[in-house]
């Protein structure tokens, strides 16, 4: 695996860090918080979710499209810069308002939700557009994305991990389930200050690349035709399969670990870590193994490995505990999940080249808003899809002790239906035609061209073609 200057590795980690611990607490958290503690009911608290996607259908591309008009005189670090403190704000805000608002917390759950989403956008699209410019090679973006998700893991780890400890000790201890407010606001407001600074480490630490004035961006072609782009529709569904899957697994997790294997939140911390931390350590072996098999074959063996684990874990049987089986088949799971977080990134920066080729146009900003939307809209299904599972299934909010059958539902939907959605990914992965033979072809046709644009960029603007060549 290529070393990556320490200053863009650290620098692209600490932005990381920001944008992960900010969607991974909201989309393993939120659905526990809003039903067991601000007393939301399920499908209303499910709704939330998914009614604040239809903001985000406008305001992504919207972003994605102004970031790429506007890079030449407001630069992409700029929008960080103004939007990191907002954001930070925002999110400790969404933690502490809903419990507070007694029978307007919906309402106030929907609109802390949208302002924290559409910061988000602000922040994160720039953020992304930056990678096919600070590295342009094909294996370098598998070793930069293999440390920026290294980075995600560990945000990942402590989103998912330090609620049950801040919460159970500003609480005094007990049931989560049965956690007062106070300890969900103390945990926004310290997770709000992470992300706030994960962020500012970005524009500290690198330089944006300069954007040459012949890289034209959102111009003259609709956003709609990123999609006729080789390889971009498969790459997103790829990503928004296995992103549904991440978030059927994350957001029922708090449920299943309290009500189906019994595991006390002093513990939960462990086990947790346990899968966070097996899938960093893991990272440089499937970057080993990307350049060897392509990104197409590691994800499919990720994918593969983290249904196995996820049908081991929840067929370790009811009340299982902190037993060695429950933490073999959760180190197995982290090996999976490491594959699966990185790879769908490590593609995407790939399609740029051949969107530029096909547009006549450099559109990061657009291709990356998309993802940034499937990604909040995926995670919003896999969100409701268990919010609608726990009213089916009646789930008593409030209780760590549930009923013979919403433990039986919980174990269904945890193993069976969330592996049956990594497999359908990895089925899905292998009808992308990128490789890296065709990639480094296209890298190639594209500096050509824009190396002849250069050479007559002082003939007239009418004598230049508008297009990619016929």
Do not use: C
């Not at 684990?309 to 049987?317: E, F, I, R, T």
């Amino acid at each position: 695996m290529a070393r990556l200057p320490r200053r863009l590795a650290f620098g692209i980690g600490g932005a990381e860090i920001g944008a992960s611990l900010a969607f991974v607490a909201i989309n393993t958290w939120l659905l526990y918080y809003l039903i067991n503690v601000a007393r939301v009911p399920p499908l209303l608290a499910g709704a939330v979710f998914v009614a604040g996607r239809v903001v985000d259908a406008i305001t992504d591309p919207l972003m994605g499209t102004l970031v790429d008009r506007t890079r030449q005189r407001l630069p992409r670090l700029r929008w960080v810069r103004w939007g990191a403190l907002p954001l930070g704000a925002a999110f400790a805000l969404l933690w502490w308002a809903p419990a507070a608002a007694g029978e307007a917390a919906t309402w106030v759950a929907l609109a802390a939700l949208l302002l924290t989403s559409v910061l988000y956008t602000v922040v994160q699209v720039p953020v992304l557009s930056l990678t096919p410019d600070l590295v342009p090679d094909y294996d370098d973006r598998t070793t930069l994305t293999a440390v920026r998700t290294a980075f995600a893991v560990v945000a990942s780890m402590l989103a998912v991990a330090l609620p049950p400890l801040i919460v159970s000790a500003v609480s005094g201890g007990g049931d989560l389930a049965a956690s007062a407010p106070a300890g969900w606001a103390w945990m926004g407001v310290a997770f709000g200050l992470i992300v706030t600074a994960g962020y500012l480490t970005l524009p500290r630490l690198v330089a944006e690349p300069r954007a040459s004035s012949e890289a034209r961006g959102g111009g003259d072609a609709a956003w709609w035709t990123v999609l006729r782009s080789p390889g971009f529709a498969s790459v997103l569904v790829t990503f928004l399969v296995v992103t549904i899957g991440i978030m059927l697994v994350n957001s029922l997790l708090p449920f299943a670990l309290e009500s189906v294997l019994l595991v006390p939140a002093a513990q939960q911390t462990t086990l947790l870590g346990l899968l966070f931390g097996t899938a960093v350590l893991t990272f440089p072996g499937w970057a080993w193994l990307t350049g060897r098999v392509g990104k197409r074959g590691a994800l499919t063996l990720g994918a593969l490995i983290l249904a196995g684990a996820l049908l081991g874990l929840m067929g370790s049987g009811v009340g299982a505990g902190m037993t060695a089986s429950t933490l073999a088949w959760t180190a197995l799971a982290g090996v999976g999940l490491a594959a699966v977080m990185a790879l769908p990134w490590a593609m995407l920066p790939d399609v740029v080249e051949f969107d530029a080729l096909r547009s006549g146009e450099h559109r990061e900003g657009l291709l990356y808003a998309l993802f940034t939307f499937a990604q909040k809209l995926a995670g919003s299904i896999g969100v409701f899809a268990n919010a609608l599972a726990t009213s089916l299934l009646g789930y008593q909010a409030g209780s760590a002790v549930q009923a013979e059958s919403t433990v039986r539902g919980l174990q269904i939907v945890l193993g069976p239906i969330a592996a049956a959605v990594f497999v359908v990914a990895a089925i899905v992965v292998w009808t992308s035609p990128i490789t890296r033979a065709s990639h480094a072809r296209a890298r190639a046709e594209l500096d050509a061209r824009e190396g002849a644009a250069a050479a007559v960029g002082a003939a007239p603007a009418a004598a230049l073609p508008e297009g990619p060549p016929r």
